[in-house]
C-alpha cells in the first residue's frame, strides 16, 4: 500500500523558514517523479513544484519560484521542501503527491503551515 | 499560470448525469493529452479520479468519464450517487513544464 507521509509544518513568523518531509512507502520512491502542492483551507489545490526522480528538473509555481526548494533523498525514500522567506499568503495544507503519467496519482493526507506573527 | 477556469457548482439529482468542464489554453488543456482529475471530500485529501484525458486508475467506477475538446476538458459523472457529492478539481501539464490547476468545481447530489 502507497504510503505518503508529511511532517514538518507548523506555526512560522513572517518572513521565516520550515522544511517539510514527505516520507514515502510501499513503492520504489526513487522510480516516480514528485510533487508538492497546497490548499489554503476552504480554497482550490494549487500546484507549487515538482522533482524528477534523479532530482533533475525541478519546477516551480510563479508564486514560490526563489523561495522554495524541492529536493530528494532516494535513499531515505523521502522528499522535501524547503520554504524561506515564508508569506502569509503561504499559509495552507501542503501535500506530498506522487506523479504517474504527468498525474498526481497518490496523495499524502497533508501537513498544515501557518505564517503568522 | 492563470488556473484553469471551471464552474463553480453543479448540481444533479440521482440517477441523473452532470458534466464539470475545464477550459484552458492551447499552452496546456489544448496542447497536452495531460488533463487530470480530482475528487474531494471534505476533510480529506483529493483522490484521482481521470488522468490521460479518459483514463481511470485501478478501483474508480466507470461511471466517472474524461473527454477533450479543443482548449476544454470535461468530466462526466453518470448514474449520480449520494457519495459523488464533492468538489472536483482539474489539472493539466503545460508549455512551461509545470502543471495548473483549474479552481475547483463543487457538485451538489439534490
Known amino acids: 500500500e502507497v504510503q505518503l507521509v508529511e511532517s514538518g509544518g507548523g506555526l512560522v513568523q513572517p518572513g521565516g523558514s520550515l522544511r517539510l518531509s514527505c516520507a514515502a512507502s510501499?513503492?520504489?520512491?526513487?522510480?516516480?517523479?514528485m510533487h508538492w502542492v497546497r490548499q489554503v483551507p476552504g480554497k482550490g489545490l494549487v500546484w507549487v513544484s515538482r522533482?524528477?526522480?534523479?532530482?533533475?528538473?525541478?519546477r516551480y509555481a510563479d508564486s514560490v519560484k526563489g523561495r522554495f526548494t524541492i529536493s530528494r533523498d532516494n535513499a531515505k525514500n523521502t522528499l522535501y521542501l524547503q520554504m524561506n522567506s515564508l508569506r502569509a499568503e503561504d499559509t495552507a495544507v501542503y501535500y506530498c503527491?506522487?506523479?504517474?503519467?504527468?498525474?498526481?496519482?497518490?496523495w499524502g493526507q497533508g501537513t498544515l503551515v501557518t505564517v503568522s506573527s | 499560470q492563470s488556473a484553469l477556469t471551471q464552474p463553480a457548482s453543479v448540481s444533479g439529482s440521482p440517477g441523473q448525469s452532470i458534466t464539470i468542464s475545464c477550459t484552458g489554453t492551447?499552452?496546456?488543456?489544448?496542447?497536452?493529452?495531460?488533463v487530470s482529475w480530482y475528487q474531494q471530500h471534505p476533510g480529506e485529501a483529493p483522490k484521482l479520479m481521470i488522468y490521460?484525458?479518459?483514463s481511470r486508475p485501478s478501483g474508480v467506477s466507470n461511471r466517472f468519464s474524461g473527454s477533450k475538446s479543443g482548449n476544454t476538458a470535461s468530466l462526466t459523472i453518470s448514474g449520480l450517487q449520494a457519495e459523488d457529492e464533492a468538489d472536483y478539481y482539474c489539472?493539466?501539464?503545460?508549455?512551461?513544464?509545470?502543471?495548473?490547476f483549474g479552481g475547483g468545481t463543487k457538485l451538489t447530489v439534490l
Open positions: 510501499g513503492f520504489i520512491f526513487s522510480n516516480y517523479d
Open positions: 503527491v506522487r506523479d504517474w503519467r504527468f498525474a498526481c496519482y497518490d
Open positions: 522533482i524528477k526522480t534523479d532530482e533533475s528538473g525541478a
Open positions: 490521460d484525458i479518459t
Open positions: 489539472t493539466s501539464f503545460t508549455s512551461s513544464t509545470t502543471w495548473v
Open positions: 492551447s499552452s496546456d488543456v489544448g496542447g497536452y493529452n495531460y
